[in-house]
């Protein structure tokens, strides 16, 4: 069976799904372009935006603003994946990611939990992607590797800056690594918009040096690829930028011009952009894998 893909509800060509973390719009400066108010306004907000879906905690919420909800989770004992995807799937979500652990897990006990979130996935035959998250079992891209390998069915959340600023990436040849990782980006199917540094998680896209930008959009590309060479009519890739704000410890505080801190950038206006890197990013997916078809001659 498989973990399956996000659907969009019709049986159109496979797309990019434009969504947004509902964090993204949280605690936004004074300043920023951004929506103002509760969660209500957030979401009008990101609708009136163009945004198509919203990852939240809220599904019905989600739905009245016109949005799709996506659930996000954490899970630590592999008894607790069934009922977790149960009550995502009964609550309406298209789908749910996960951190799953902690990262002081054997090789065994990750397996264990990777393996029950593919059982559960199938079961309930509803879209379930592994994060690649610091702080959990994926926070290692070599230990991540090997329980790909073990457990072929796992499908991710591809939230690279974890990787790129925690392991430090671009310490090296970053495009070798990022070639080694495609038995992981072959398999990604949701990505958190956001670009790190070696040294920051979350940065400005015109505070980020053409290395880091390139990483992230070979990336990208990379994961769009490998959705595309499996995908059928109605799937949907879904790209949602998670831009958090300075309480998370992601959002980088400058002095501003009266000299107090304040946030870098305007997160609502990054989001966009990202937005826009991801669409360029899916053109050139695309072109690459209609590319690599070979041409079929007709007898006419």
Known sequence: MGIPNLRSGDVGPPRLLVGISLLTGTALPSWSSGPRGDMAALLKGAR?????????????????????????????????????????????YNGLTVHAGTGFETDDEACWLADAIVEAAEAEAF???????????????????????????????????????????????????????????????FLHGRISGPGCIQIAVKQASSVDLDAFRRLWTASFEGFLRSSAPGDVFGFYPELLPPAYHYARLVPGPDGNLQEESDRWQEAQVLVEIARECWQRAKAAVEASIPEVHHAW
């Open 127 to 189: 879209p379930v992607y592994l994060e690649t998250h610091r702080a959990t079992m994926t926070q290692d891209m070599k230990r991540t590797l090997d329980l790909a390998a073990r457990v072929p069915g796992l499908r991710f959340n591809g939230d690279f800056a974890h990787w790129y600023t925690g392991c430090e990436m671009a310490y090296g040849d970053v495009g070798a690594k990022i070639a080694r990782l495609q038995p992981i980006t072959g398999r990604t199917r």
């Open 48 to 92: 009136e935006a163009g945004y198509e879906a919203v990852q939240c905690r809220d599904a019905e919420a989600a739905r009245k603003a016109g949005l799709v909800p996506t659930a996000i989770d954490r899970l630590d004992q592999p008894q607790d994946a069934r009922s977790c995807v149960i009550k995502c799937k009964a609550e309406g």
